[in-house]
């Protein structure tokens, strides 16, 4: 997963004008729950949380929407969660409805969510195949930071991408070491025990691997016993 950031006074692109467009705060929960597809009971348990919903509307219609972490969050394909300052804001659950992509809502979205936020840093993550998600981020003014990855022994660290100051505060934020390299290419790849390259199935591959990629670090053996986890954080 890829780490990214943007702080207070970093250089936001200009985007041109949406017509229609509004970020705001929803406060019918019906509707929260809806868009999301998922329970009430879900959306009420992140309000209390301190988890703050925002959705793009155009001309009134929601067509977009993410979360905003105040308190806490937890990324749950790396089992890793952590407190957030209160200067800091995590971002996550991204989506834009199916017939509405393509739009650029995305970077807008996030836009007004920088705009909205008494905060100075924001943080979120991404897949690194996910191209349209990195493009988003891209154009919101979002700076790469790290690359965050299994370990041989199975815990998760962060290399360097970007500054080293943000990485190294990036780390801090979640509680995980800065490392020299990269070295699961998939998240299940860090979370199998003891198998060997005859006993990898490679279907379980999250993201699935290409028909060229090189062989699924699945054959490394490593110490941890978590099972595979289900992405929490969808970008489109």
């Known amino acids: 997963m890829a780490l990214a950031t943007w702080w207070t006074n970093d250089p936001q692109p200009q985007l041109s004008p949406l017509p229609g467009l509004q970020v705001a705060v929803p406060t019918d929960e019906h509707q929260i729950a809806q868009i999301n597809r998922i329970s009430l009971a879900d959306v009420r348990a992140r309000l209390t949380a301190g988890h703050r919903p925002y959705f793009a509307f155009l001309w009134g219609e929601a067509v977009s929407y993410g979360w905003t972490a105040t308190r806490a969050a937890s990324i749950g394909e790396l089992d890793l969660s952590f407190t957030l300052p209160p200067t800091d804001r995590y971002l996550w ?24 936020e008494d905060a100075q840093r924001f943080w979120i993550i991404h897949a690194p195949e996910n191209l349209p998600s990195g493009a988003g981020l891209n154009k919101a003014g979002f700076e790469p930071v790290g690359m965050l990855s299994f370990r041989v022994d199975g815990s998760v660290g962060l290399a360097a991408v970007g500054a080293p100051e943000r990485t190294q505060a990036g780390a801090d934020l979640l509680g995980v070491p800065l490392i020299d390299s990269i070295l ?11 198998q060997r390259a005859a ?6 591959c999250w993201p699935p691997l290409r028909p060229n990629a090189v062989v699924c670090t699945c054959a490394i053996p490593v110490k941890s016993s978590a099972a595979p986890r289900s992405s929490s954080t969808i970008f489109r």
């Open 93 to 116: 659950d991204f989506a834009t409805l199916p017939q509405w992509q393509g739009r650029g809502l995305y970077p807008r979205l996030l836009q007004g969510i920088l705009a909205a």
């Open 184 to 194: 699961a290419p998939c998240w299940h790849c860090g979370s199998t025990v003891e």
């Open 199 to 204: 006993d990898v199935d490679l279907s379980r």
